[in-house]
Every structure is written in C-alpha cells, then in structure tokens.
C-alpha cells in the first residue's frame, strides 16, 4: 500500500515534470490582466490563475520540472561527491579519515537549511547557485553513512581474502567495497531527494534561491502570501504540490530502505 | 567517565572554533562586504571611508585574527544597517527564539512520545495505522505551507489567532505548532520503531514469562530500555528545530533569531550575519555535547568507544 502510493506520486510528479511544456494549456510566464485573480474552476484555467493572470496548472507543472531537476541534480553531485569522499576515508583510515570526519562535525554544526540558505545568499542566486549552495550544505550525510559502511564491508572475509591473494587497492576498492555500499548510497538517495526539494522551496521562499517570475513552488507560495485574503488558491495548490511530490518519494525511500538496507539510520 | 567528559569537551571546543571560521571564510567569499552593502549610487570616496572606518582595508589575516579575537571577547563588530553591536542584536533576539523553540520541544514531548509508545504497544491497532499516517504526512508538509494554511484557517477565515507577531498566547500558537509538527513526526516514528525494537528482546519475553504484569513489562522494562535511542535522537533532531525556527519565525514576523538571520541576508549586513549564524551553530553544537554527555550517563557502554 505504501509502496504503491509511493510510486503513483512520484511517477505523477515525474510525468508533470517531463510532460509540462505537453500538459499545460497555457505560458507559464504570459500574463493576462483580464483573467486576473480568476478562482479554480474558471474557463481555461482549472486551478484559477494568479494576481498578473498566469494559469496556476501551467505554472505548478512547470514548477514540478524545475524542483525535480534541482532536487535531481543535488542528489546526484552530492551522490558522488559524499560517496567517494567518504569511501576514501573508509578506506584510508589514517589522516583522509581524520580530516573528513573533522569537516562533517563542523558542517553538523549549522542546521542544514540554515546552511544552504546562507551559502546560496553569497554565492548569489539562481539555478545553478541553488543546487550548488543544496549540495555543498549537503553532501556530508552521504560521506559519514558511506565511510561508515566501508568501515565494515572492508572486515568481511571475501575484501580479507582478496587483499591477500595481492589485488591492487583500486581494484579493491572500486570492485569488491563499493557494489556493496551501493545499496546504502541508494537508500539515502532517495531519504535526501524529497528534502532537497523541500528545502530548494524554503530557501526560494525566504526570497533567495530561484526568483520571480521563474513558476518555482517556493516562490510561489511566497508570492501567494499577499494574497492570502483573496486568492486562497495560489497558496492551496502549489503547497499541495509540493507535500504530495515529497510524500511520494518519502515513501519510495521508507520501502527501498525496508527492502535494501533495513539497519540502516539516516 | 571524567575522560569522556574531557574528551568530548575537546572536540567541542574544537568544532566552535572551526565552526568559526567557516563562518568568516563563508562570508568573505562573497566579495566586497561593503560594496555589497551600499547602494548603487555611492561615490567612491564615502565607500572608502567606510570601509576604513570597519577595517575592511587591512589583509585578511589581519582581519581574520582580529575577528576571531573579537568573538572570544564576544564583539562581532558593528552591524551595518543598525549601527550597533552585532552580538547586542543577536541576544536582543534570542530570549523570542527560545521561547518559541522551548515551547515546541514541550509540545513534542506531550504529544510525539505517547504516541509513539502507543502505537508501538498497541501494534496494527487502529491509533497506530492513525498515527503512522499522521506521521508520514507530518514529514511530508513544509512548515511554511503548513504555516500558510493555519494562517489561512484560524486568521483569515475564523479570525480566532492573529496572523503574526509577538504578543499573548494567542500569538505564540501558530508558529509553535508548526514549529512542532515535522519535529513530532519525527519523534513519534522514531519511539515506535524504538519501543518495538526493545518488544523484541529476550530480557522482555524473561519478564513476561516470570508473570510480571503488563503495566511493570512498559513501564519499567520497555521504557528504560528505549528512552537511549529516543534521547539521543531527540537531540540530534533538536538541533534542526533551530532550522526550522528561521522558516517558521519568518512566516509569522515572530522576533527571534530566525528571522534576524533571514533579514541580515537580504540586506547583507554581515556583521550580524557572522553573529547569527555562529549563536546558532553554538547553540546547536552545545545541544548535541549535553545530548553526548547524557547518553555517557544513561548507556555506560558508549564512554569506552
């Protein structure tokens, strides 16, 4: 059940995200003030439109693309980046360990939104800023679950057995540790995904991030704010986007982790 | 337990201090501070004396060491737009903050804890598929947008809760709810699947075998048993309540801390910036050494690692 309803969401959002130039009838971008304001269920415009006339629906599906391609995007650059890291220093006990595990305290230190907000207000803002500002606050959960799965595939009789029989530690490591980590760099993967894009949407909330009139939940929502006496829509919708999109993948992750690695705490 | 206590009083000093100087790093990457603080039209001469006037024209190792001296002294400079002292703000801020964030742990504690036992005891029952949904849910709802919508319901329609600010109980409502509900989701899934683990022990079959009743069984061998897990995760977790804080205090124009970080971003007063975020990582780093300290206490195993 939770497994399928998991999967239904995250494909829909997907579908929106791929399918958005397809779905929508209208630019997300063209304003109309004429249909100003317009409440769901309007002629043309099923979700109603916003304070300069743009169709709700266009902008929510393209909203869909850009937060799964952020999200998407910092999952996969946090992915590698945390994952070799902290293989390497599993792997390489000794100083890489030492200074990794050093710099993972000091990012624990600042609450992760906390962190990327900040980073994205210097590096400055827009797309390529936020998924780097999302990536930098976030690739340290990949690092110490990975270095610390290393720490034990590397005492299993089949890594012993092939180190003695003279394998080069490259080989070792990238052939024998790393399929077996694998699974767990998967599993956070997909516990991270949702709060990527839930926390793309806090920062472009705040008023960094990605900015108007770029159809970004986060932005729309803060947007929606001043309208909240009149146009309960433009705040009901793309937060309902949102929370469905990361139910789905929350729930992807709950079973993937049940299925590939149920010790496993993030 | 001395040398434990020593040794991660150590390693705490040592993260506050890097901790520091990530700050200062970070904030310098970003280019001219003062530049980035004046208004476009500016003549090149008061940007000068401006930056005379803070010591923006000595080397950065001069600036570095003199700000690391300043913060042991707890002097953070000047705020730009306010023209006082930077810490003064911060503290100015911090008793709302606390405030909110104590209450929110409180309303976790009340609710998120019982719940979790409950569900977990009574397994498969109708209050634990309730609140495993409620759970999932919770995680899934962004604060801001839960935020949005209560403001909507209880200010906008029903005109029951002011819409923001800082006032009587009634304003200290909203944002302490929503500040609670992704912590208590948390919370709550996190004692089950605690509470469940310990069911499964042999130690709890012993008890149940030798005829103790089911009130001794919960209380007093479940419960001891599964509070290190819920303890240490509470607090790891407490920690991101300070997050949440920045996104919740700004919805609803609550005076904290939050929402002076927030503010002293956009208008890239960095003094204030260098205060906040570090009072924050402060805050939180001493959290996770109170939280360290008590495992040390509740589980005698972990002081030898």
Same mark, same amino acid.
């Given at each position: 059940?939770?497994?399928?309803? /998991? ?63 952020? /999200? ?195 | ?305």
């Amino acid at each position: 059940m939770k497994k399928w309803l /998991g999967i239904a969401l995250t494909v829909a959002a997907l579908l929106s995200a791929l399918g958005a130039p397809w779905l929508a009838a209208h630019d997300p971008l063209r304003t109309d003030f004429a249909q100003s304001l317009k409440p769901p269920g309007a002629p043309g415009h099923p979700f109603g439109t916003d304070q300069l006339g743009r169709d709700l629906l266009a902008r929510i599906l393209h909203g869909a693309r850009l937060a799964l391609f952020i /999200g998407g995007c910092t999952v996969i650059v946090t992915a590698i980046v945390g994952g070799l890291l902290g293989l390497v220093a599993g792997f390489v006990e000794r100083w890489p360990s030492t200074v990794l595990m050093r710099i993972v305290d000091v990012q624990l230190s600042f609450p992760f939104i906390l962190l990327a907000m900040t980073i994205n207000a210097i590096v400055g803002l827009g797309l390529r800023n936020i998924i780097l500002s999302l990536s930098a606050a976030g690739w340290v959960v990949y690092a110490r679950v990975v270095r610390g799965e290393v720490l034990s595939v590397k005492q299993r009789d089949y890594v012993q057995a092939a180190a003695a029989l003279g394998m080069g530690r490259m080989r070792l490591m990238f052939r024998h540790v790393l399929p077996n980590v694998a699974p767990s760099i998967v599993v956070v993967a997909s516990l991270q995904f949702s709060s990527f894009v839930v926390a793309e949407a806090s920062i472009s909330f705040l008023g960094f991030g990605v900015q108007p009139p770029t159809p970004a939940w986060g932005s729309m929502l803060s947007e929606s704010r001043d309208f909240l006496y009149v146009a309960w829509w433009l705040a009901a919708f793309p937060g309902a986007a949102l929370a469905l999109t990361a139910l789905g993948v929350n729930l992807l992750g709950d079973w993937l982790r049940d299925t590939l690695d149920p010790k496993l705490r993030v | 337990m001395r040398a434990y206590v020593v040794s991660r009083l150590a390693q705490t000093a040592l993260v506050v201090f890097l901790s520091l100087t990530a700050v200062f790093v970070m904030v310098r990457l970003s280019g001219d501070p003062v530049l980035l603080f004046m208004p476009m039209d500016i003549q090149a001469k008061d940007v000068n004396e401006f930056r005379q006037r803070l010591g923006f024209n000595d080397p950065l190792p001069v600036q570095y060491a003199r700000f690391v001296g300043g913060a042991m002294r707890g002097d953070f400079g000047e705020s730009l737009r306010y023209r006082r002292d930077a810490l003064g703000l911060v503290l100015e801020r911090l008793p709302a903050t606390l405030l909110l964030a104590g209450t929110s742990l409180l309303l976790t504690l009340v609710v998120a804890v019982p719940l979790g036992v409950v569900s977990a005891v009574r397994r498969d029952s109708v209050l634990d598929h309730v609140g495993t949904i409620s759970t999932v849910l919770g995680q899934a709802t962004p604060g801001f947008w839960l935020g949005l919508l209560l403001i909507y319901l209880f200010s906008v329609q029903l005109r029951w809760l002011p819409t923001g600010g800082m006032g009587g109980l009634a304003h200290l409502v909203m944002p302490s709810v929503v500040l609670a509900a992704f912590y208590s989701a948390r919370i709550a899934r996190l004692t089950r699947s605690a509470v469940l683990e310990v069911l499964g022990e042999d130690y709890i079959l012993t008890a149940r075998a030798k005829g103790l009743g089911e009130g001794r069984v919960i209380g007093k061998h479940t419960l001891r048993n599964s509070a290190i897990p819920i303890v240490t995760l509470a607090g790891l977790e407490a920690g991101q309540v300070l997050g949440g804080a920045v996104i919740t205090e700004t919805i609803f124009a609550w005076p904290g801390l939050g929402r002076l970080t927030v503010q002293a971003l956009l208008n890239r007063d960095f003094p204030v910036v260098l205060a906040a975020v570090f009072f924050i990582s402060l805050m939180y780093t001493l959290i996770n050494l109170a939280v360290d300290l008590l495992y040390g206490w509740l589980d005698p195993r972990v002081r030898l690692r």
